[in-house]
């Protein structure tokens, strides 16, 4: 049974920082290509970073320069650093991990910037 276990969630102030961890339990963790999402409630879920096989990286242009995605094969673990986190990063972060037709979402954890 596959699980993406989520952990790093929390409240902060604006300008502060969090980092978000997702371990995985079941996969063949290095053979997926894997993301971050973000969902406010109301809106639509929104893509924020990508960390394929070969560590190639990619960040929505609003997190890019303070949002480093990261992952570590040996640990079956994918990391998101975030730095200078402002109210328009609160939202529910969920980690994503897909192979070809297969994919699998983690439960998702609650980031809230305010003062």
């Known amino acids: 049974q596959v699980e993406l276990k989520e952990s790093g969630g929390g409240l902060v102030q604006p300008g502060g920082s969090l980092r978000h961890s997702c371990k995985d339990s079941?996969?063949?963790?290095?053979?997926?290509?894997l993301d971050w999402y973000r969902q406010d409630p109301g809106k639509e879920r929104e893509w924020v970073a990508s960390?394929?096989?070969?560590?190639?990286?990619n960040y929505e242009p609003s997190v890019e320069g303070r949002f480093t995605i990261s992952r570590n094969n040996r640990e079956s673990t994918l990391y998101l650093q975030m730095v200078d986190l402002q109210p328009e990063d609160t939202a529910i972060y969920l980690c994503h991990a897909q192979r070809g037709s297969r994919f699998f979402w983690g439960q998702g954890t609650q980031v809230t910037v305010a003062p």
């Open positions: 079941g996969l063949t963790f290095s053979a997926y290509n």
């Open positions: 960390i394929s096989m070969s560590h190639n990286v």
